[in-house]
């Protein structure tokens, strides 16, 4: 079986005095001087990140990243866009100032959310906390029916950004797979490769969706589940998002008829379910094998290769019964 990694432990982030003082200055400016931080350990990119508290106990979590880091930078402005338009029924913290600082070199893009306590599920999955996932995504998806946006960006686009993809299991090399998946990929390369294919059609939707469901996105207080990281959040169909969170609780061995008979799967063809799952796993394939982006984790190749992995071994399930 691919590695595995430590969910709570693949950020490689600066902490508080690693900043510029015109960035701290921002900050203390919106909460108070902080007495106290703690970088988030998750996630897969450098920027900082960090649960702060001020002198009578108040935490709030700050993110913030330099502009020289095009990519994170891209998704923290995409953040702040978000947050503008979610209903207050989403299951998010809330967005409680943002700012551009400094220009050029020295610009940074700092976010301050409302902190909330809990820990991330998943480590590892069990069916208490999928039950709670599966009935979180159901209000969430209720809830985003109301956004009123007009952003055009749709999943379907971002599945096509990499066309490759579409078409990557009529020639990947499945031998460097573990657990006799490599065999498997060589026997169903063709109903591999029209699942996956059948995903352009599948995700076609007017809907909305956070498109990026995983445990190191969420955080788990007791019955309550909040969404984090909404840069993703586009045009796609509502059952999108458990959908693809489907193989890492399978990996886990969690029985997921919870999740089937949940109104968000319960009336979608299998087959559907099924490209989903195909596209997830030949994407997540696909990017482990390019280099690491500007800022980003040593850890998200690792973890791309594993939920690839993930993936596979979901779809054997299915189609083997």
């Known amino acids: ?107 940074w893009v700092v976010l301050a959310f409302e902190h909330v306590a809990g820990r991330m599920p998943g480590e590892p999955w069990t069916a208490v906390d999928l039950d709670v996932a599966v009935a979180t995504l159901e209000r969430m998806a209720e809830a985003l029916s109301a956004v009123e946006w007009d952003d055009p960006t749709t999943l379907l686009e971002m599945v096509l950004e990499d066309p490759e993809v579409m078409t990557l299991w009529e020639s990947y090399d499945a031998a460097r797979l573990t657990d006799g998946l490599g065999e498997w990929v060589d026997t169903h390369r063709e109903r591999l490769t029209a699942a996956t294919l059948r995903s352009l059609e599948a995700f076609r939707g007017e809907g909305w969706a956070h498109c990026d469901v995983r445990a190191d996105n969420m955080v788990l207080d007791g019955r309550t589940l909040w969404l984090v990281d909404w840069n993703w959040l586009c045009h796609a169909p509502a059952w999108v998002d458990l959908a693809l969170l489907l193989p890492q609780v399978h990996a886990d061995g969690v029985d997921l008829a919870r999740a089937g008979s949940s109104w968000l799967l319960a009336d979608v063809d299998p087959a559907v379910v099924d490209a989903a799952i195909a596209w997830l796993g030949a994407l997540m394939l696909f990017c482990a094998d390019q280099p690491v982006f500007e800022g980003g984790s040593p850890w998200i190749r690792p973890h791309q290769l594993w939920t690839g992995e993930a993936c596979l071994r979901l779809l054997r399930s299915r189609w083997e019964g």
């Open 1 to 107: 079986m691919a590695q595995r990694v430590r969910y709570a432990a693949t950020a490689v982030r600066p902490s508080w005095l690693d900043l510029p003082e015109h960035v701290r200055d921002v900050v203390t400016g919106w909460i108070g001087a902080p007495v106290a931080w703690h970088s988030a350990g998750g996630g897969f990119t450098r920027g900082f990140a960090s649960t702060l508290m001020d002198a009578d106990g108040v935490c709030t979590f700050v993110k913030a990243v330099p502009f020289t880091n095009v990519h994170i930078t891209a998704s923290y402005r995409r953040e702040i866009a978000v947050h503008a338009v979610l209903p207050a029924d989403v299951p998010a913290p809330r967005l409680l100032h943002s700012a551009e600082v400094g220009s050029g070199d020295d610009g």
